[in-house]
């Protein structure tokens, strides 16, 4: 699940664990954008607040990367 599907039910304090790295937010407007399509991990209610261990965003691979090709004639 992506950090950004999750956030459409919370709605208390959030702190977010990459990499054991941890980032504190009052609510979930303060998380930035680039953290929304990481994955979740885990998650942990703590202190009247939620811990949520994540991983970065899997690469998918492009379609030029799995062998398609598109090629535009007149």
Request: charged share 35%.
């Amino acid at each position: 699940m992506k950090l950004r599907e999750l956030l459409s039910i919370v709605d208390s304090r959030i702190t977010l664990e990459t990499s054991g790295e941890k980032e504190k937010y009052e609510t979930k407007l303060d998380i930035p954008d680039a953290r929304m399509n990481f994955e979740v991990k885990t998650i942990e209610a703590c202190n009247n607040s939620l811990v949520i261990k994540l991983d970065k965003p899997k690469k998918v691979p492009t379609l030029e990367e799995l062998g398609y090709s598109f090629e535009v004639g007149f």
